[in-house]
């Protein structure tokens, strides 16, 4: 099983990334992508990526919260970490309308120019969309055509939104928010219509730890190490093998991905 969603440059693992790591092989994990968030942290996303190849690999691009941060210097900055060999996709970009950290503008502005420039690279998108779908597939759309994949990375939309991404080709990732049991069961309904060549799964460590686990950890904090419980819940839900929905979620994401 791969976790397509790891924040490992997170401050929350300063201490402890080398264990985190030993951790996550421990428990199956074949392989994690280091989500970069803005420059300074898709750099620090290539050089972890870097220090366990073949196991680790990474993105680089501006999340709209730190959209306002986007320049023709960080423009140029993110296209020279883009031909590094680690890099693996674009992002992780887009549209976030429930927080507005940088303006609907700015957000605009860095998603398209990303959109461009991961065509120019030829990489994949890595996406985030939050309460902006109508914006964000109208802004996509028209580069689809020109990438050789889009994730869209921690699902959480309606039934509606879903089938128009599926329509449109992109990938799905799912976290472990669907564990959620205050927030996640709409998803949980929506599992078993995401085809299974297009599902991917992540845990967005340091984020969003499943609330269903059992024994509940002694950290709020998330670790790849937890990917299996989201596969074999996930499993669960869709009446699939958890074994068997590992190596397919393993196997999408070396395709998209282009990984060994």
């Not at 879903?162 to 069961?185: A, F, H, Q, Y």
């Not at 078993?192 to 509940?216: F, G, M």
Request: charged share 20%.
């Amino acid at each position: 099983m791969f976790d397509i969603g790891v924040n490992l440059t997170n401050s929350q693992f300063a201490h402890d990334r080398a264990l985190v790591i030993e951790r996550a092989q421990a428990f199956a994990v074949s392989g994690m992508i280091i989500t970069g968030t803005n420059l300074h942290e898709s750099e620090q996303a290539l050089a972890l990526a870097q220090e366990y190849p073949d196991y680790c690999w990474s993105t680089a691009g501006v999340h709209p919260h730190d959209a306002s941060s986007w320049s023709t210097a960080v423009a140029e900055r993110i296209s020279q970490l883009a031909q590094q060999p680690a890099v693996v996709a674009l992002g992780e970009c887009g549209l976030d309308f429930n927080r507005n950290f940088s303006t609907p503008d700015e957000q605009e502005h860095a998603f398209s120019a990303q959109l461009a420039l991961a065509a120019e690279r030829e990489l994949p998108v890595f996406l985030h969309c939050r309460d902006a779908h109508e914006r964000f597939i109208a802004l996509l759309s028209p580069w689809l055509d020109k990438l050789p994949g889009a994730v869209l990375h921690c699902f959480t939309g309606t039934e509606q939104e879903l089938d128009e991404c599926l329509r449109l080709g992109l990938s799905i990732g799912i976290t472990g928010w669907v564990c959620d049991e205050r927030r996640g069961i709409a998803l949980r309904h929506l599992l078993k219509q995401i085809p299974i060549d297009r599902l991917l799964l992540e845990t967005d460590a340091p984020y969003l730890l499943p609330r269903d686990l059992s024994p509940k950890p002694a950290s709020r904090r998330n670790e790849p190490c937890f990917l299996p419980h989201i596969v074999q819940q996930v499993a669960a839900w869709r009446d699939e093998d958890a074994s068997m929905l590992g190596q397919k979620v393993d196997e999408n994401a070396r395709r998209i991905f282009r990984l060994p």
